[in-house]
């Protein structure tokens, strides 16, 4: 019997590089916000839009090759179905996406920044090392993403800069994020067998010792 937690990341450990492309193509976008101010909202909106599709997908190939490891994988899958599809509308309605392009960016923003801040409350309770860099760009992440979501009418470029910090600070997190994931993934490869064999007994007898009790 494990926690849900010790499932995902076994799992995650397995394809630790998604939450790294995510998180690059998240800086590519951010850079490509802030550097390109005056670029016209339609083709700011569209490429986000292509960036939900494309995330949408990843996030339905993750669920479906881990539905046997990872609990409540489900929920992974509605996200991932609920991504792309929103991608596809949003690329096919063009004005819909610039007139509501700053609270979508804002809420996704705020929704992955949650969740990685408490991905790395998780890593804190569990001893791994550089959680607290993870928690202060999600943090950031909050932050930016509130003044999006309450301060949808910024005048001028104001607009286009805090997007571009919101969604910069997102791909930080999950790059960090990625990199104690591969060095878990490393150091889990480098155990001798002798030693998960033992660690396997020793979980097993703590259980039934609960059991027993």
């Not at 394809?15 to 590519?28: A, E, K, N, S």
């Not at 669920?63 to 046997?68: D, H, L, M, P």
């Amino acid at each position: 019997m494990e926690t849900s937690f010790i499932k995902t990341i076994k799992s995650s450990i397995k394809q630790w590089y998604i939450p790294l492309i995510v998180g690059i193509l998240l800086i590519i976008l951010g850079i490509y916000t802030l550097t390109t101010p005056l670029a016209s909202y339609l083709t700011l909106a569209t490429i986000f839009s292509m960036y939900f599709l494309f995330s949408g997908l990843m996030e339905i190939i993750f669920a479906i090759n881990n539905k046997n490891e990872v609990e409540g994988w489900g929920w992974y899958l509605a996200g991932g179905i609920l991504n792309a599809l929103f991608g596809c509308i949003l690329l096919g309605n063009p004005a819909i996406s610039m007139a509501t392009l700053p609270l979508v960016l804002g809420f996704y923003s705020l929704f992955k920044s949650f969740q990685l801040l408490s991905v790395s409350m998780d890593m804190k309770n569990y001893g791994i090392k550089k959680w607290g860099w993870i928690t202060t760009f999600s943090v950031l992440g909050i932050l930016f993403s509130f003044v999006l979501i309450w301060n949808p009418i910024f005048a001028g470029l104001t607009l286009v800069y805090w997007t571009g910090f919101a969604i910069i600070s997102a791909g930080l997190a999950s790059i960090v994020l990625s990199f104690q994931l591969k060095r878990l993934k490393t150091v889990a490869n480098n155990v001798s067998d002798d030693w998960k064999n033992r660690f396997e007994d020793l979980k097993n007898e703590y259980y039934r010792s609960i059991k027993d009790n």
